[in-house]
């Protein structure tokens, strides 16, 4: 089975998950850059140090893609970022690569 990227990507739904990086800021960052993520976190900024996760789903069935060590102002930021887009395709190939092994498991139990 082949999957069209193009019709699978207008009729899956993409979300953005973020969640607190496990790493600290201090491992990756110094000096402006450090002191502007504490202050952003500090001030509640979820999107100042964050990983991110791209999920594209259809008829239930997600694919993903991940961002660690990430650092925003906020999610519109990260949106108009070259990240995004790249993320959304790599969890769209994600999603038809596991739409064709259900397909490939299907074709071993139909009649």
């Given at each position: 089975m082949t999957i069209d990227i193009q019709k699978l990507a207008a009729s899956a739904t993409i979300?953005?998950?973020i969640r607190p990086e496990d790493e600290s800021p201090n491992a990756q960052l110094e000096g402006d850059a450090l002191r502007w993520v504490e202050n952003q976190l500090d001030n509640g900024n979820p999107w100042?140090?964050?990983d991110v996760e791209?999920?594209?789903?259809?008829?239930?069935i997600?694919?993903?893609?991940?961002l660690g060590a990430c650092a925003y102002e906020s999610e519109d930021a990260f949106k108009a970022g070259g990240y995004f887009e790249?993320?959304?395709?790599e969890a769209l190939d994600d999603l038809a690569t596991r739409?064709?092994?259900i397909d490939a498991a299907l074709s071993?139990?139909?009649s």
């Open positions: 979300t953005i998950h100042a140090w964050c791209i999920r594209a789903e259809y008829i239930g997600q694919g993903h893609a991940y790249q993320l959304c395709t739409l064709g092994e071993e139990v139909r």
